[in-house]
């Protein structure tokens, strides 16, 4: 196959020439899966089957709904939100890029905290944005004095947080996220994607009263529906009007958007599994704090962030080899010497305390 010369590849954006592609690192075949903040639990068999059964009934010839119009009616039932307000994506991570062709202007500013999901600084520079970064507290926790000051100087169209914030784990109390939304002119993303491990309550009610902010979900966490695709962002129907606009067609297909409406209707199960991870997460939590040697960071969602005095490079490479996967945080600067576990099943929890005891 012919190459193309650097001429012809230099016409390709120099924003994105200059990203990396989001790959999730060392990702080796283990029984313990503990790095992607994914749910344990995969749906019922019965459940599973159901949806099979379900499936033969679609037309895999005819394209889906523009836009999944029932499962944007159950997502409005499920949140309370009107349905007008609600757009669905493919992942919340699609509705990120959504969120950049729709508020990113070239050389234009946008706030964001640090540490926090590196997609939305990779998202903001490939449409042309300015990343203006804001520091954390020594806790990591989000210095929300510096992010007011941010916004005041910059007055972005624009100012993201996620809470609980992935890779920390911490989220913002109510009165924390109500200064920004004051604070903003411009959009105040919250990206809620665990909100439902947060004992803390959601921003939702700020809907009512903020039409600035934009509250951004997902099934992949709490639902346990991470290979299936399914996020969603709740806002004024209005701005929600103007963002259709820039949505591609087509984005969530028919056997995704029935799994989702059929998953919305078994709250049970996932009121259940929330518990689980909820107690699995404490106990994880629980049983690190007791190892010595271990620094364990306090967490509200269903992960957790812990330094040995090891190299966690080699840690994790040990950790591996005894069938645990966990994350290297360490390409987060404020992160360095960190790796993150999420809260597994019971024998997942055992089989990374055993390995981690043997490896420190
Ligand atoms: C803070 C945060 N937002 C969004 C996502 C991605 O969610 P989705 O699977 O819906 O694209 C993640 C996934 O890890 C996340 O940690």
Request: proline share 8%; charged share 20%.
């Given at each position: 196959?012919?190459?193309?010369?650097?001429?012809?590849?230099?016409?390709?954006r120099e924003?994105v020439?200059?990203?990396?592609?989001?790959?999730?690192?060392?990702?080796?075949r283990?029984?313990?899966?503990?790095n992607?903040?994914e749910s344990p639990y995969?749906?019922p068999?019965?459940?599973?089957?159901?949806?099979l059964?379900?499936?033969?009934?679609?037309?895999?010839?005819?394209?889906?709904d523009?836009q999944p119009?029932?499962?944007?009616q159950?997502?409005?039932?499920?949140t309370?939100h009107p349905?007008?307000?609600i757009?669905?994506g493919n992942?919340?991570?699609?509705?990120?890029?959504t969120?950049?062709?729709?508020?990113?202007?070239?050389?234009?500013?946008?706030?964001?905290?640090?540490?926090?999901?590196a997609?939305?600084?990779?998202?903001?520079r490939?449409?042309?944005?300015?990343v203006?970064p804001?520091?954390p507290?020594?806790?990591l926790?989000?210095?929300?004095?510096?992010?007011?000051?941010?916004?005041?100087?910059?007055?972005?169209?624009?100012?993201i947080?996620?809470?609980?914030?992935?890779?920390?784990?911490?989220a913002?109390?109510?009165a924390d996220?109500l200064?920004?939304?004051?604070?903003?002119?411009?959009?105040?993303?919250?990206?809620?994607?665990y909100?439902?491990?947060?004992?803390?309550?959601?921003?939702q009610?700020l809907?009512?009263?903020h039409?600035?902010v934009?509250?951004?979900?997902?099934l992949?966490k709490?639902?346990g529906?991470?290979?299936?695709?399914?996020?969603y962002?709740?806002?004024h129907?209005?701005?929600?009007?103007?963002?259709?606009?820039?949505?591609?067609p087509?984005?969530?297909d028919?056997?995704t958007?029935?799994?989702?409406?059929?998953?919305l209707g078994h709250a049970?199960l996932?009121?259940?599994r929330?518990?689980a991870?909820?107690?699995?997460?404490?106990?994880?939590?629980?049983a690190?704090?007791?190892?010595?040697g271990v620094?364990?960071r306090?967490t509200?969602?269903n992960?957790?962030?812990f330094?040995c005095q090891?190299?966690?490079?080699a840690l994790l490479?040990?950790?591996?080899d005894?069938?645990?996967?966990v994350?290297n945080?360490g390409?987060y600067?404020?992160?360095?010497g960190y790796?993150?576990?999420?809260?597994?099943t019971?024998?997942?929890?055992s089989a990374?305390?055993?390995?981690?005891?043997?490896?420190?």
């Amino acid at each position: 196959m012919k190459s193309p010369d650097t001429r012809l590849l230099g016409r390709i954006r120099e924003q994105v020439r200059a990203e990396k592609p989001y790959l999730v690192p060392g990702a080796r075949r283990v029984p313990h899966k503990l790095n992607q903040n994914e749910s344990p639990y995969d749906l019922p068999l019965a459940l599973k089957k159901e949806l099979l059964e379900a499936f033969l009934d679609i037309p895999f010839n005819r394209y889906p709904d523009e836009q999944p119009t029932e499962l944007v009616q159950a997502l409005s039932q499920h949140t309370g939100h009107p349905a007008g307000g609600i757009l669905v994506g493919n992942g919340s991570n699609e509705l990120t890029h959504t969120l950049g062709l729709c508020f990113v202007r070239d050389g234009e500013p946008v706030v964001v905290p640090r540490p926090m999901f590196a997609l939305f600084e990779s998202v903001i520079r490939l449409f042309g944005g300015r990343v203006v970064p804001v520091a954390p507290l020594p806790s990591l926790a989000f210095d929300t004095d510096s992010l007011v000051t941010a916004i005041q100087a910059e007055k972005p169209d624009l100012t993201i947080v996620a809470s609980p914030n992935n890779p920390t784990g911490l989220a913002m109390s109510a009165a924390d996220i109500l200064r920004l939304a004051n604070a903003s002119d411009g959009f105040l993303v919250v990206d809620e994607a665990y909100h439902e491990f947060n004992p803390q309550p959601s921003a939702q009610h700020l809907l009512e009263t903020h039409p600035n902010v934009i509250i951004l979900r997902t099934l992949s966490k709490a639902f346990g529906l991470a290979g299936l695709r399914i996020g969603y962002l709740m806002a004024h129907p209005d701005v929600v009007t103007d963002m259709l606009k820039a949505r591609l067609p087509f984005m969530v297909d028919r056997l995704t958007d029935i799994t989702g409406q059929t998953l919305l209707g078994h709250a049970d199960l996932i009121r259940e599994r929330v518990a689980a991870i909820s107690a699995s997460i404490r106990e994880l939590t629980g049983a690190l704090q007791q190892m010595d040697g271990v620094d364990v960071r306090p967490t509200d969602t269903n992960f957790v962030l812990f330094k040995c005095q090891s190299d966690p490079g080699a840690l994790l490479e040990n950790l591996a080899d005894d069938g645990v996967l966990v994350r290297n945080m360490g390409g987060y600067p404020e992160l360095r010497g960190y790796l993150r576990v999420n809260a597994g099943t019971p024998s997942e929890n055992s089989a990374f305390l055993t390995a981690l005891t043997r490896h420190l």
